[in-house]
């Protein structure tokens, strides 16, 4: 049990890691026996006098997270063993989940995201484990971004962490996007949008005294017509544990083509199966460094850096770079000041100027614990947007409250923010 006053960062961390299945580790990550989750939840207002107003580039970005995020967003379960036979648990999740992109939940649709049933410790997988359902998996993230620069969720099955040589291994077998379509007069078959999905996963690599290197790989193959195309990616990263005491590095390196590159499928996640529409001139290529430290208990700081370029012979090329940093100084042992500056630059393919947005937030914050990722995290904010007159279309076209900025180039926030994992 999590205890309600986190003592120690590695505690807040192991908990973060456990119940999210994001942040430093690759691996499919087993949900935690009992009941999890995550939720966010706020209010706030603007300088327009209206909803709060949150500030992105869209299109191929992320924005930075803290005082900017406009939604509501909940998700939770249960993870429960069913039986120990010979040595091999049979463990079984289910969760739901629901989102609403306004501070209200409203009535949000309620789902199911994850529903399946694991068998763990497997003596002929060398003891590792085999599953069959629906499921989060592989899906580490640059918190300040909430981009998990690599997801493989989706409904299928496989087998993880079966120990081979240095490493670990898992292959996962997925079917994406399993809709056919129909004509609405006939009734008669026109195409279909899924696809099959495999993931091959080798993580743990050791090559440096703390240093491990995490492979990642997916072959998509399209199952419509003539006009759907397969697709692929390969993702490398390096991890370096306690650095700086108990900090952690991550370095990635990325690329993807047609549906290999994630476009299509929300917030465009490489490592899932993007649209089949996509051909192979549709590239992406990703390299990112993302760094955390604790270098002292009661201050942490997490530093980001991303560049990121998609090409496609109709679209020609547009690249977004983003640096972004988070410090957190804790005055008490439940009572923080973080702050977040981050910013953003795309390309666009015709030539013109590029687009560029600073968004820099503070927030006084009562958090259960000193820690970078101690959580629960109790909120008050304001953020300041400052973007150019080539940005504007895009700020406006992404805000959640509409193009409330008209010709502006720039504006302010303030509100009340929840965000907790469970």
């Not at 009992?34 to 706030?44: K, T």
């Not at 939770?76 to 289910?94: D, K, L, R, S």
């Not at 390196?253 to 047609?258: A, C, E, L, N, T």
Request: glycine fraction near 14%; proline fraction near 4%.
């Amino acid at each position: 049990m999590m205890k309600a006053r986190l003592k120690k960062l590695p505690v807040a961390l192991a908990m973060f890691l456990a119940f999210t299945n994001a942040g430093a580790a690759t691996g499919a990550g087993n949900d935690a026996e009992g009941f999890h989750g995550y939720a966010r939840v706020g209010v706030g207002t603007s300088s327009t006098h209206g909803p709060q107003s949150c500030y992105g580039l869209g299109g191929n970005t992320m924005k930075y997270r803290l005082g900017n995020e406009c939604d509501a967003y909940l998700e939770g379960g249960y993870t429960g063993n069913f039986a120990t036979v010979e040595g091999v648990t049979y463990t079984g999740t289910i969760w739901v989940n629901t989102y609403s992109p306004n501070s209200d939940f409203g009535d949000a649709k309620v789902g199911i995201v994850k529903a399946y049933v694991e068998a763990k410790n497997i003596d002929v997988l060398n003891g590792g484990t085999a599953w069959i359902g629906k499921r989060f998996y592989v899906r580490p993230d640059i918190h300040m971004l909430d981009l998990q620069y690599i997801n493989l969720n989706g409904t299928g099955a496989g087998v993880d962490q079966v120990k081979l040589g240095p490493g670990h291994f898992s292959y996962a077998f997925f079917k994406d996007n399993d809709v056919n379509n129909f004509d609405p007069l006939t009734g008669a078959f026109i195409n279909t949008s899924a696809a099959i999905r495999q993931n091959f996963v080798y993580q743990d690599i050791p090559v440096n005294p703390g240093g491990t290197i995490d492979l990642v790989t997916s072959i998509i193959t399209a199952q419509g017509k003539e006009d759907r195309h397969n697709g692929w990616q390969v993702s490398a990263f390096h991890r370096q544990d306690k650095v700086m005491g108990n900090g952690g590095n991550t370095f990635g390196v990325q690329y993807g083509v047609g549906p290999g590159t994630g476009i299509g499928v929300g917030n465009d996640r490489i490592g899932a199966a993007g649209s089949t529409l996509l051909g192979s001139d549709v590239t992406r290529a990703r390299i990112f460094n993302d760094l955390w430290v604790q270098p002292a208990e009661m201050f942490g700081l997490e530093f980001v850096a991303l560049a990121q370029r998609d090409k496609s012979d109709a679209g020609g090329s547009s690249t977004w770079t983003t640096l972004g940093v988070r410090p957190v100084y804790a005055l008490t042992r439940n009572f923080k000041l973080v702050f977040e500056l981050g910013t953003d630059r795309v390309t666009v393919p015709n030539g013109g100027p590029a687009q560029r947005l600073t968004k820099l937030t503070f927030a006084p914050t009562i958090s259960a614990g000193p820690g970078l990722f101690s959580r629960p995290e109790l909120r008050a904010f304001v953020t300041y947007g400052k973007w150019n007159d080539a940005a504007t279309a895009s700020v406006n076209a992404a805000n959640n409250a509409g193009p409330v900025y008209n010709n502006r180039t720039s504006g302010a926030s303030a509100g009340f923010q929840l965000e907790t994992w469970f």
